[in-house]
């Protein structure tokens, strides 16, 4: 059997029903990954011992009947800015390719206590923001759908790593759509969770009003999954809330009859959209209709407001964290990420207030209009996968996220695939979101998308 | 949508590479010409986001006031 595109939930039924083993499953994408990864850069670290010794583990409880639970004998792999008790957590960066964590960061915790195998660590953008970097210590990650092309960040270890069959998950981090941005280039499922859901004690922070943690896998149902055991409340991370964990796999159950959905139309339809985004959403929203819901247009602040809005509170935390590193070291940052927070040391403290007094305002329209409907649709990028191509120019400012509405407003936000480019081939995604702690609702959404279509079925050929 | 009613420094002029450069050492920062260049090269995008900020909202449209000395006895120290 071919396990490398089985998902979570394939490979939880096989387990249970004992034609399929952990230990088994792990030999075969430790050598997929041996295989392969070497034009791909996917991992930045394969950690073989460590997964076996934690496969041989789960086929033991599995086999005696003792499972701990969704994750239980799933192999993942982590962001490298995730931090892992002795070894190393690099942030894909010179600063720390050293740095040896003493402690594991407390959703690690949670997936070894859950019976997760963790295969490695992943590449990621410097420290989560710088990229795609071509003068870091290891190269950027390609995308397995076209290794001419980039897999998006900054999670873009974690998109091409998952698209290519090394492993069914993996967690990354999405500050301003670090998660849905790969997995909307990757053809993956990405869930930016609320704010506050997920903790990220252990994680190295990028913007700490704006960070969050989650899963990309290949199916909603698999989000569900390993949302089951990374969330929850964390007293140790103050951005942490105390909101009841519900079961997110029963609430895939029941489908989008009479939901209302609002259709965000000028953020995908605007100028800087791939020529056939808007087919592909007006298509995915066919569909969505004929499931039973009720799609109607909604206006909000223009995606220039909510990218300037994220943009300069990210670039004065951002600079606030690496402060030290670049009056003492500023030669060791990447280009690009240099660049990305060196504003922050020019940006007054009236222009953060500024745009933090501006994120409430933003943030209650969001609210005021979910009002009105149970649920935002819109794309979750507007292009294609990039080239691979060291000269491209930095557009973290200059072009719009339609990823960021959602960061400023801390909304739970999922990318999923709904097509793929006629010319190149390549991922067109959708992206669903709603109230705070209703990422219950938003997976249901998107299960149901994804019993009507077959998309996330789709997987990239790496021969 | 967000109000109308907003002011904002987009009337300002960009700085020049002098003023970047004044700007850049009065924050303590040291860089060598070579990346003195690149960043003369990157700030114009964010010296004109930050010109875009609309200005001028009322004081209690906040979360920059706050203090939540309940949530600081809720929660441990941050590792």
Redesign the interface.
Known sequence: MDVAFLTIAELGRLYRRRELSPVEVTRALLARIAAHDGKLHSFLRVTEEIALAEATEAEAELMAGNARGPMHGIPYALKDIIETAGIPTTGHSKLRQDYVPK?DAELVTRLKAGGGIMLGKLATWEFALGGPSFDLPWPPARNPWNPDTLPGGSSSGAGAAVAAGFVPGAVGTDTGGSIRGPAAVCGLAGLKPTYGRVSR??VFPNTFSMDHCGPLARSTEDIALFMQVIAGFD????G?E?VAVPDYRAELKGGVRGLRLGLVEDWHQGAGAHPDLAAAIEAAVAVLRESGAIVEPV???SL??YT??K??IS?VELYAIHEHD??TR??DFG?IL???V??G???GGE?Y??????????AQ?QTRALRRVDAFITAAALTIADPADPDLP?RL??APSITMPFSVGGLPALAIPCGFSKKEGLPLSLQIAAAPFAEGLVLRIAHAYQEATDWHRRHPSLA | ???DKRTDLTHLPPSTPEE?RR??RR??????EE?MC??I???P??????R????G?PYA????HSFRPA??S??????
């Not at chain 1, 007293?235 to 103050?238: G, H, L, N």
């Open positions: 402690a004690r252990g007293a140790q991370d103050p942490s105390d206006r909000l602040s220039r407001e300037d809005c943009t300069t670039s670049l009056k500023p030669q280009r240099r660049n990305r060196l504003p040391a020019l940006i222009d207030l500024a745009a933090l007094r501006w994120r409430t305002e933003l329209e930095d400012v200059s | 949508m967000t109000s970047i700007m850049v924050a303590g920062l040291d860089l060598s990346l690149q960043f090269a990157a700030w995008n964010y010296e004109a986001m930050i875009r900020l609309p200005r909202r449209d906040e979360p920059a949530r600081l809720k929660s441990g120290p941050y590792r």
